[in-house]
């Protein structure tokens, strides 16, 4: 089944520690986005990528790093220097120059 | 910058009743896309229906049918017969054409703060 897949589900940080989240997708698409989730808050950008080994910042990109090595994933690092982590983040790819993104399950972040 | 809001927290239907879901949405351009999405409690955003700015016809997908006004700038989304599945939260979001094709943020999706919908057995 192509699909997009995120983990793990659930991920605790400690405080000064830097995280990742992975992303994988079979579905052949060039395009793949980061969306950070707050309750009551729709979706809000943190990186995209067009291409591999090219990324772009979204709206809210201070304290979080990605890379783009492979078509298939795009991992997303929450460094130390984002202060507020506690979230749901979605992964999101697609067909790059098509209208339409495809959405993995999430995962929660939680602050110890 | 363009922007999405949608006026309903929250609604409440009752099963197999219809109820509409308000969007509206500000920009400048003509050549865009509009979606709804649904995020059911497992938290996962699933595509309900799209529409192209440049088709007056109105899109349709089974239950799930969408009232485009692009002059007003509005774009709700009806769901005919309600099911106890279609309990969610339900986000508008809008992106440009324009920049799809050229790279830049222009084409990335922005998103409406959502309506959680309740379906009343």
């Known amino acids: 089944d192509g699909g997009i897949t995120q983990s793990p589900k659930y991920l605790f940080r400690k405080e000064g520690q830097n995280v990742t989240l992975s992303c994988e997708q079979n579905?052949?698409?060039?395009?793949m986005y980061w969306y950070r989730q707050d309750p009551g808050q729709g979706l809000r950008l943190i990186y995209y990528?067009?291409?591999?080994?090219?990324?772009q910042k979204g709206d809210i990109a201070e304290g979080y790093s990605v890379s783009r090595e492979k078509k298939e994933s795009f991992p997303l690092t929450v460094t130390s220097a984002q202060k507020n982590p506690t979230a749901f983040y979605l992964c999101?790819?697609?067909?790059?120059?098509?209208?339409?993104?495809?959405f993995g399950p999430g995962t929660r972040l939680l602050v110890l | 910058a363009q922007t999405v809001t949608q006026s309903q927290p929250e609604m409440s239907v009752q099963e197999a009743e219809t109820v509409t879901l308000s969007c509206t949405y500000d920009?400048?351009?003509?050549?865009?896309?509009l979606f709804w999405y649904k995020q059911p409690p497992s938290r996962q955003m699933i595509l309900v229906i799209r529409?192209?700015?440049?088709?007056?016809q109105n899109a349709t997908e089974n239950r799930f049918s969408v009232n485009f006004q692009k002059a007003a700038k509005s774009f709700s989304l009806k769901i005919s017969d309600s099911q106890l599945g279609d309990a969610a939260m339900y986000f508008c979001?809008?992106?440009?054409?324009?920049?799809?094709?050229?790279?830049?943020?222009?084409?990335?999706?922005?998103f409406g703060k959502g309506t959680k919908l309740s379906v009343k057995p």
């Open positions: 999101a790819s697609s067909i790059w120059g098509k209208e339409t993104q495809y």
């Open positions: 579905l052949n698409h060039d395009a």
């Open positions: 990528s067009q291409i591999v080994n090219d990324f």
């Open positions: 920009t400048s351009e003509s050549d865009y896309y």
């Open positions: 529409q192209e700015a440049y088709k007056q």
């Open positions: 979001a809008y992106r440009s054409a324009s920049g799809m094709n050229y790279g830049g943020s222009q084409g990335n999706l922005i």
